[in-house]
């Protein structure tokens, strides 16, 4: 049915829960996962190109932070998966946002589903804070599976 999933992990409580539960889906589907970590960049542009001690700009500081929390991230995922016995891959790019990272990571890794955790804001606090499931929703070209939060 689903040969490849897109499970996208940002290192919360809430993103290991769903890869684990990913994990789970996948061995029942017998899919290969793919975990995805965003280097989402959001640095003002006057600030970027700014130099420290050292002679690296804020914007290269920021990057190289991300990428290595991004690695430690997926490796984590990777140990999900490892445990269930459930071939898979990595992957991380840079993107705008981690929503249309996510969008664009699904297809050039080809896969047919994402999966992926989405906190259950309601009312105000979805209004000002957006909802990046919201928007992998609406414009993702292949089915999401929403994973809510157990408690």
Known sequence: MYKKILVPVDGSELSDESAKEAVKLAK??????CFYHANVVAIPPMMAAEVLQGGQTVAEIFSETQEAHGK????????????????????????????QGVVSAAKKQECDL??????????????LLGSETHHVLTHSTIPVLVQRPKS
């Open 114 to 127: 994402i999966v992926m955790a989405s906190h259950g804001r309601r009312g105000l606090k979805s209004l």
């Open 28 to 33: 029942n589907l017998g899919s290969e996962l």
């Open 72 to 99: 430690k991230v997926l490796a984590q995922a990777a140990k999900f998966a490892d445990q269930g016995g459930i071939k898979f891959s990595t992957y991380s790019s840079s993107a705008e946002s981690a929503w």
